[in-house]
């Protein structure tokens, strides 16, 4: 900047000098023309090239010059913080009971519970809601999310407030990509041998090894502590990716018509008798 005022100081002295010659001598009016204008082309270029330069700072330094973007969580998807802040439900309290961790489970449980079946009526969904007395038979259900397909033998059990198994059923299973609706063949009758109080349990193998344990009681049964089990980690032991399945999940429970789907229709003689099947251990 200060080259240039001190070019333009000397050319100014320049033109003065030639300008007083001129007067004595008519013949340096053209080289004084000519000298004007180079002077103004100079002038008008170096002008340009300090406009140019406060304009366009120089890139190397553009990093930290300008401001930090703006990370507020408006700019993030909306599922991350709503995942965040959703609290374990009967499903994580299920794996968990098993001695489980939610994260390490390639064959991932993201609902389960029992259809409860009375009179001819369509059968109930029941997840924490205690079972009603007035039941007639019980069906074991889960639904699993897996990474990639698989087939596998699928086990469920039921024990009743002594540990005693009362009902079984296992079967081998083709489970595809992603999320899987699976209940089980036969039902447990629910007959006069059988104690309907306490903390019965529910239980879902695969290949043997169990994946959860969900605790239940019955309607007619009186409030009582739960058995002891696991609790469920602080948020920040759950990863973001499994609460965000459990998220969608709750978002779009299975329904009844989805989870008996692919179950092949009976005749009220077969369905008698698969009921039947499994009265006892």
């Known amino acids: 900047m200060r080259s240039s005022n001190r070019f333009g100081a000397w050319m100014w002295i320049t033109v003065v000098v030639l300008f007083m010659l001129a007067t004595q001598s008519p013949n340096l009016l053209g080289i004084l023309f000519i000298i004007a204008m180079i002077w103004g082309m100079l002038a008008l270029t170096q002008n340009n090239g ?11 330094w553009a990093s930290f010059r300008e401001p930090a973007p703006n990370l507020a969580p ?25 001695g489980n961790d939610p994260d390490a489970l390639t064959v991932l449980p993201i609902d389960l519970g029992v259809l409860v079946y009375s009179g001819n009526r369509e059968p109930e969904m029941h997840r924490n809601q205690p ?15 897996l990474p990639r397909a698989a087939t596998g033998r699928i086990r469920f059990e039921l024990l009743d407030s002594g540990g005693k198994v009362v009902f079984a059923d296992e079967k081998p299973r083709t489970l595809q990509r992603g999320t899987n609706a699976l209940v089980s063949d036969t039902w447990l009758r629910l007959h006069a041998g059988l104690t309907l109080d306490g903390m019965w349990q529910m239980k879902v193998y695969a290949d043997g090894l169990l994946l959860a344990n969900h605790v239940f009681e019955w ?14 980690q602080e948020d920040g032991e759950i990863s973001p990716e499994l ?16 989870l008996l789907a692919d179950q092949q229709p009976d005749t009220q003689d077969d369905a008698t008798a698969r009921r039947s099947q499994r009265g006892g251990s």
Do not use: C
Request: glycine letters at 2%; hydrophobic letters at 40%; proline letters at 11%.
């Open 243 to 258: 609460r965000q399945i459990i998220a969608e999940n709750r978002l779009q429970r299975i329904s009844l018509d989805e």
């Open 50 to 60: 300090s406009v140019r330069n406060i304009e366009q700072p120089d890139r190397r």
């Open 219 to 232: 309607g007619n049964a009186p409030q009582r502590k739960a058995p002891a089990r696991p609790q469920v």
């Open 74 to 98: 408006d700019f993030l998807p909306p599922m991350l913080f709503e995942a965040e802040e959703i609290e374990p439900d009967h499903v994580l309290e299920a794996i968990t009971t098993a």
């Open 131 to 145: 079972l009603p007395s007035s039941a007639q038979f019980v069906r074991p259900f889960v639904e699993l999310e």
